[in-house]
């Protein structure tokens, strides 16, 4: 048996990098060394003399000062660039907003795909499957990224040869590449802490998708608290609704018209937006007469002094777990893995004790 080596840090982040580039998280170009010694929590000298032995061994080509190192990796081992088409539940404009959206283009990108958004939206072929698929085929895509689908979208993505991958949406339990954040612990969580502070007419206000054909998890994961604190639910808790300004309002107007909720739970800062403003008309206060929380956190919301209540979750894990599955996609292997993403509950200013019933 041969003597035991022991590698130094600089050769074992080596190693990592080989076993990155092989597996395509960088196409054509290495980031630089300032920004690999950010993303593994390592020594800018460590990266540094990393790279020069990938330049030893022929895997990096330097171009010279200030230029990013020249990837060249052996026969067999290239992953072939993708097109990547994203398919979003909202226009681009309204998707690039989302920080993580603009940063997954860019990381992709980076790795050597092609990325673009796809003609339409989610919103604008009305989740319709035969519309979707319409789409699918009169595109030239070697991979899609679907943000936030309906289950019907997902199963039939499911189902097509062309890889897709699941980015939040209705997709579990479905033979697809899949990531999100895990808003059923998070959203317990809020519940939990909505019936501590007294409030036992809590209202879930969640888009079409989340409700039909059945409640989706986090929906379900809310009444089931619920019940569990022998709160009755039904309709008034999870209500339907038809998926316009005109729906969402008359929503509202019903819910508080006899026994108005004490506490709404709104999926996405449009609707909350919009909450605020019926509840403002109204004169009601938040969280005097109403508690109000988010399902995701907003850029608005540091602008907000108390901020609003809502779930807050890392994109980056979000990104990695993407951009590493095209780089299995590109190289030919078959990927359906979904994981979840750490989510918590961030209790803001909007929320709070449960108004005193009149006797």
């Keep these: 048996m041969g003597a035991l080596r022991v590698l130094t840090a600089a050769e074992q982040v080596r190693e990592h990098l080989r076993a990155e580039l092989c597996r395509g998280a960088w196409g054509g170009r290495m980031p630089g060394g300032s920004r690999l010694a950010v993303e593994l929590g390592v020594g800018r000298d460590t990266v540094e003399a990393a790279l020069r032995l990938l330049e030893r061994e022929g895997v990096l080509v330097p171009q010279g000062a200030g230029r990013s190192r020249r990837i060249v990796l052996p026969e067999g081992k290239a992953a072939r660039p993708l097109r990547v088409a994203i398919l979003d539940?909202?226009?681009?404009?309204?998707?690039?907003?989302?920080?993580?959206v603009a940063d997954l283009m860019h990381r992709?990108?980076?790795?050597?795909?092609?990325?673009?958004f796809a003609d339409k939206c989610l919103q604008e072929l009305h989740m319709n499957v035969g519309r979707v698929a319409r789409l699918v085929w009169q595109t030239e895509a070697d991979a899609w990224v679907v943000g936030a689908g309906s289950r019907e979208v997902l199963e039939w993505f499911a189902a097509q040869p062309v890889p897709a991958f699941a980015l939040f949406g209705r997709r579990r339990g479905l033979p697809i590449a899949g990531v999100g954040p895990d808003h059923v612990s998070a959203f317990v969580a809020v519940t939990r802490r909505l019936i501590e502070l007294g409030h036992r007419r809590i209202v879930m206000l969640a888009r079409r998708m989340r409700r039909l054909p059945v409640p989706g998890a986090v929906e379900r994961a809310v009444l089931d608290e619920m019940a569990a604190h022998?709160?009755?639910?039904?309709?008034?808790?999870?209500p339907d609704w038809e998926e316009t300004s005109e729906g969402f309002h008359g929503c509202l107007?019903?819910?508080?018209?006899?026994?108005?909720?004490?506490?709404?739970?709104?999926?996405?800062?449009?609707?909350?937006?919009?909450?605020?403003?019926?509840?403002?008309?109204?004169?009601?206060?938040?969280?005097?007469?109403?508690?109000?929380?988010?399902?995701?956190?907003?850029?608005?919301?540091?602008?907000?002094?108390?901020?609003?209540?809502h779930i807050r979750?890392?994109?980056?894990?979000?990104?990695?777990r993407i951009v590493r599955w095209a780089a299995n996609v590109s190289r030919g292997e078959k990927?359906?893995?979904?994981?979840?993403?750490?989510?918590?509950?961030?209790?803001?200013?909007?929320?709070?004790?449960?108004?005193a019933e009149p006797r």
């Design 89 to 100: 539940l909202e226009p681009p404009a309204v998707s690039l907003a989302e920080g993580y």
């Design 108 to 116: 992709l990108g980076e790795a050597g795909h092609s990325v673009f």
């Design 230 to 238: 022998d709160i009755e639910t039904g309709a008034f808790n999870l």
């Design 253 to 309: 107007k019903e819910l508080f018209r006899l026994t108005p909720p004490t506490a709404m739970i709104i999926d996405e800062a449009p609707f909350l937006v919009a909450a605020l403003q019926f509840l403002g008309g109204r004169g009601l206060r938040v969280p005097g007469d109403v508690s109000l929380v988010c399902s995701d956190g907003d850029p608005a919301f540091v602008w907000c002094q108390p901020t609003v209540a």
């Design 313 to 320: 979750w890392d994109s980056r894990p979000v990104v990695r």
């Design 335 to 355: 990927d359906l893995r979904q994981t979840l993403t750490k989510a918590e509950f961030f209790e803001g200013g909007t929320i709070g004790p449960a108004k």
